[in-house]
């Protein structure tokens, strides 16, 4: 994500802030939402090994969602922001009698037939989705935290997804016991909370037209991960 932008012309005016929101909720049109593998899950057309085998590997982006904001909050100097920020480390870690999302995605691993250990053994994670999910950790490590904020913008795009499968999934997969699906549940209101914080960052943080030409390229960046996992799982799981 260091590469050199796109060469603009030298008088490019930014786009006003509403442009700049519209073109990056458009960016919504490469979500993994639109994946084969993903239209065949919510088509119930995935056999109960796919299934598991899906869920298992995404396992290892949720456990790894926690380090992800870690990274954010300690590369921000903004105490306000730290402080927002902050309640996305605890929805996925949860605290006190909250359990939190990552124990959720452990009790839908269970509910689709992958046994505790086994699934917090990471046996199942194929090497591309532990490279791609690798990489955006580092991504956010090593980038300003504005940039990191603006990766976490397809959260724009995951109410929709998990909207479908609390739909798709009881019906076409009624041997998964429902309440597996409570993170799916969870994630909507969150992620709209998350999605005003990340866009206010975003939004007032790249004003010149290369800088959002640059926020454009990194959702792009974050887009490509979640789909490069799709496409491992599938070449995994046929």
Wanted: hydrophobic content about 40%; charged content about 25%.
């Amino acid at each position: 994500m260091n590469a050199v932008l796109t060469q603009l012309e030298p008088d490019a005016a930014a786009w006003t802030r509403e442009e700049f929101e519209a073109r990056l909720r458009g960016k919504g049109e490469r979500y993994h939402i639109f994946h084969p593998f993903n239209v065949k899950m919510n088509s119930g057309l995935l056999e109960p090994s796919q299934l598991r085998g899906w869920v298992a590997n995404r396992f290892y982006y949720q456990i790894n969602i926690p380090n992800k904001d870690g990274a954010i909050i300690a590369n921000c100097p903004d105490r306000e922001t730290r402080r927002k920020w902050v309640l996305r480390l605890l929805d996925h870690d949860g605290w006190e009698d909250n359990s939190g999302g990552i124990e959720a995605w452990s009790r839908l691993g269970e509910a689709v037939g992958i046994p505790r250990e086994e699934l917090w053994s990471l046996r199942h994670v194929v090497p591309a989705v532990r490279f791609a999910v690798d990489a955006y950790v580092n991504f956010a490590r090593q980038s300003p935290w504005q940039e990191a904020v603006c990766s976490s913008l397809t959260e724009m795009f995951a109410p929709k997804i998990h909207k479908e499968r609390l739909a798709n999934w009881p019906q076409h997969y009624d041997w998964i016991d429902p309440e597996g699906l409570h993170y799916f549940r969870s994630r909507i209101s969150l992620a709209e909370r998350d999605v005003e914080h990340g866009l206010q960052v975003t939004l007032d943080y790249f004003h010149t037209r290369a800088q959002q030409e640059r926020a454009l390229q990194i959702l792009q960046f974050k887009l490509d991960v979640l789909w490069s996992m799709m496409d491992a799982i599938e070449r995994a799981y046929p």
